[in-house]
Every structure is written in structure tokens, then in C-alpha cells.
């Protein structure tokens, strides 16, 4: 039987913290490969190491490692994230050899973590080919083929005959184009703490600074049966209760799936906590959708918001002003969600934008009592920012590292690492008067 490893790679930042992550396009892969009649093996190197903390989320095992020369001004240790690497090492021991290993990848500045992840497999399996798929081998195929001449992207595996794959192979990845179960994934895990949840692929929207409709070109809605049978195998066998919502445009159409999902899922009576790290699009916050939210379970809330200001509406795709902020804080609030459960995204490296400015919209946010959550730009391939930013600094172009957002932003006009750590220390200042501020008393 043709067999296939899959493999969730190390990750290298400057932080990194468990907040519901999990490689949903991995779980897709190997259901496609189980589909097949393929067997499959699956090792995660960031499977989580410490006990749960709130909401099943929790800490990575990490080792610093030496900081690239870029990022010498960034006074942060620079960490290698995952299991130790002699657990994968063994892995790669005991198991029979694979006859191809699949290898996923997110953050595109996160491939020294892939690079290293592989090199340890070409070590142990120096003769089976590799294969790199997810969204920073798509977004940024070049750099992977470049550095990786011995594996192949999987933009170019259905394209090419550089591998002889056998037809169940060839259709599994095939498949990929328009997947339909985690559930071929999440048989494979051994431990988990919560849950992904997916009801829809792609984004309507246009925001500057987002890779989602280029990832994926078509808005369109998976199956609510197929959703629900995932929530309940994980409920099931390991007793997760905390779920988040993996969609870019969750509250679009709503009456086709989530208003739907919310009324089936009802009918279980199981206490789930839904969370929403996505962040959800403000304009389609409803009263009624608000209150089904609060009715079934809906716990952790985050608003995408990115800038309130007129001057950053192109880049932002006019999602919303200040007023609807407003509008939209006191509907999730008569609906009864804690002010503290409510966070809003305020994002710095916009066109232009000055530290000051961004400070500015976060004191007018924290006014209203909404918990601040700083974001900083990272540039992503194919993304209209990306093309911008690409004039005034062409290295992100070829170096992926030059993407991460601790050190892209340092890099703006006006912007240094003591300006951003100001942010980030007036962000926690705000959102600690607010905690200490009764509900309702803005």
C-alpha cells in the first residue's frame, strides 16, 4: 500500500502562543489521502505541550535560537517552536518508510521553521520526495523552490513529472481544489484541547493587506452536516468543548449556513464555546445574529476593524467608521456578551500611518470600553499593500523573513521597535481601566 507522512512543521518567531491553531488544510490533506485508500501517517511538531489554560488554549515547548542579522535591533529572543526534535527524529525511526512526506506550511515568515522541519526528514529519509503545500509554498513558491531545489512546491505536482505519483495520489491532491472533511484529519490526533470550525471558504471582501481571495477565489459554504460531525467526533472522543470559527467571512449570508448551524448545533445541549479570532465583519453584526450568538455559546468576540479613519478606507475595504464601532460594541453588549470577551483589531502599518495616529484610534476604541488588540502589518505576497510596500522596500520581494510584523513595522517611516513596544504597553494600559471600569459606564 502506497503509504504518505504528513507533517506539521516547527514554526520560528519571536512569539507564538496557542490560541486555538490548528493546520485545518493538513486535516483536509490527509481525509483526501484516507479517501483514496492511501495510508497515512501524520506527526505535528506544534502539538501543544502545556496544560490548557483559558479555553483549551495554551503554550508551545520553544528553544531560542541564534537571531537572523535582520532582525538584530528587535530586543526579543528569537525561538525555534515545537516538540523537541529527536521526538521527530524518532518518529521518523519507527515508522515504515514513507514512499512521499507532505509538509504544510502558514506564515510565510515562518519558513526557517519548514527549512529546518525538512532537514531533518531529508536526513532520515534521504531518498523520499517532499512535497510543500499550504498557503506560504502558494503565496510564495519561489523562495521555497529556490532554497529547496530536492522538494517541490505544491503548486507545480499536478503540472510536472518530477514525481511518478499513482493515480489515488494524483486525486487526492487533486481533490485539495475543493475539499470536504477534517474529519480523515482529526482521527489522527492522539490529544487535543479544542477545535476548529469551518463554514465557508474565501472572502467577499477586498481588504489590501488580505491573501484570502487570492488562496481562494470562490466564496462558497461547506456542508452543515459535515461541520457539525467534526465538533461532535472531537466532543466525543477527547471531551473538547471550546471550538473556533477558521472563516474570513463568517456573517456573510448568514441565513444560508450559520443561522442554520446555530439551530442544529442547539439541538445537541451541549455547552460549546464558540470564539472568533478571525475577527468578524462589523457591518453584518445584526441584532438577531448577535442574540443567536449569545444563545449558543458564543464566547471569545473579535472585531475586524483595522482602522476607523477615512484616510485607510481603500485599504480596509470601507468596512466601517467610528459610529459603527459604537453601533455595533452596544448590540453584542444588549445581547449580553462581557465588554471584557470583546476585542477590536487596530492595525499599525497602513499607508502612511504614524505611530500617534494609531494611538489615537485606539484611545477613541478603549473610550467606548471595547478591549484593544494592536496588530501590526505583515506584508503578504499577491496582496495590493504587499505591491505597494514592494517599491520602498524590494527585498520582501525575494526574503520572507522581511514579512514578520514584529520587525516589518520597525522597518515604516517614523516607526522603530520602542514605538511599537509604546503601542503594545498603551494597549494593555486601556484595556486594564476598562476591566476595572463597571459595564455600561463609558
Not at 465557508?200 to 466564496?219: E, T
Not at 503578504?380 to 504587499?386: A, C, G, I, S
Amino acid at each position: 500500500m502506497y503509504k504518505v507522512l504528513v507533517i506539521n512543521p516547527y514554526i520560528t518567531d519571536f512569539k507564538l502562543y496557542d490560541e486555538w491553531m490548528h493546520p485545518s488544510g493538513l486535516y483536509f490533506l490527509i481525509d483526501c489521502l484516507k479517501r483514496n485508500g492511501i495510508q497515512t501517517y501524520y506527526f505535528n511538531c506544534l502539538k501543544q505541550v502545556s496544560k490548557p489554560k483559558k479555553h483549551g488554549t495554551g503554550s508551545f515547548m520553544s528553544l531560542e535560537i541564534k537571531k537572523p542579522s535582520l532582525y538584530k535591533n528587535i530586543k526579543r529572543k528569537y525561538k525555534l517552536y515545537g516538540r523537541p526534535q529527536s521526538e521527530l527524529i524518532n518518529f521518523l525511526s519507527d515508522i515504515d518508510d514513507p514512499d512521499l512526506v507532505c509538509i504544510g506550511t502558514m506564515m510565510t515568515y515562518w519558513a526557517p521553521g519548514v527549512i529546518q522541519t525538512i532537514k531533518i526528514i531529508k536526513e532520515q529519509l534521504p531518498n523520499v520526495p517532499v512535497i510543500i503545500g499550504g498557503i506560504a509554498a502558494r503565496l510564495f513558491s519561489h523562495y521555497f523552490k529556490n532554497r529547496l531545489p530536492g522538494c517541490i512546491t505544491s503548486d507545480s505536482i499536478l503540472t510536472t513529472n518530477r514525481i511518478n505519483l499513482p493515480q489515488p495520489v494524483h486525486s487526492a491532491l487533486k481533490a485539495l481544489s475543493k475539499p470536504t472533511s477534517l474529519l480523515g484529519g482529526l482521527e489522527c490526533l492522539d490529544h487535543a484541547t479544542h477545535g476548529p470550525v469551518l463554514l465557508s471558504f474565501g472572502c467577499p471582501m477586498k481588504c489590501s493587506y488580505c491573501a484570502s481571495r487570492v488562496l481562494q477565489k470562490d466564496f462558497y459554504h461547506r456542508s452543515i452536516k459535515t461541520t457539525i460531525r467534526e465538533i461532535l467526533y472531537l466532543n466525543e472522543r477527547f471531551g473538547v468543548s471550546d471550538f473556533a470559527f477558521y472563516d474570513d467571512a463568517l456573517l456573510v449570508k448568514p441565513d444560508q449556513v450559520l443561522i442554520p448551524f446555530l439551530k442544529k448545533i442547539n439541538e445537541y445541549r451541549i455547552p460549546f464555546r464558540f470564539h472568533t479570532p478571525n475577527g468578524l465583519h462589523l457591518q453584518f453584526i445584526t441584532e438577531e445574529i448577535s442574540d443567536l450568538m449569545k444563545e449558543n455559546g458564543f464566547k471569545t468576540i473579535r472585531l475586524g476593524f483595522e482602522s476607523g479613519s477615512k484616510k485607510y478606507a481603500d485599504d480596509t475595504n470601507y468596512k466601517s467608521g467610528f459610529d459603527m464601532l459604537e453601533k455595533k460594541f452596544s448590540i453584542l453588549q444588549k445581547s449580553g456578551f462581557d465588554k471584557n470577551d470583546i476585542g477590536v483589531y487596530i492595525m499599525g502599518g497602513l499607508k502612511d500611518q504614524k505611530p500617534l495616529e494609531m494611538l489615537k484610534e485606539m484611545k477613541y476604541a478603549g473610550s467606548l470600553g471595547i478591549k484593544i488588540k494592536p496588530v501590526f502589518l505583515s506584508p503578504v505576497p499577491h496582496t495590493e499593500l504587499f505591491k505597494y510596500y514592494s517599491h520602498f522596500f524590494p527585498q520582501i520581494k525575494s526574503d520572507p523573513l522581511w514579512h514578520n510584523d514584529t520587525f516589518f513595522i520597525t522597518s515604516l517611516a517614523q516607526w522603530d521597535f520602542d514605538s511599537v513596544e509604546m503601542i503594545r504597553k498603551k494597549s494593555r494600559e486601556i484595556n486594564q481601566v476598562n476591566s476595572c471600569r463597571p459595564a455600561g459606564n463609558l
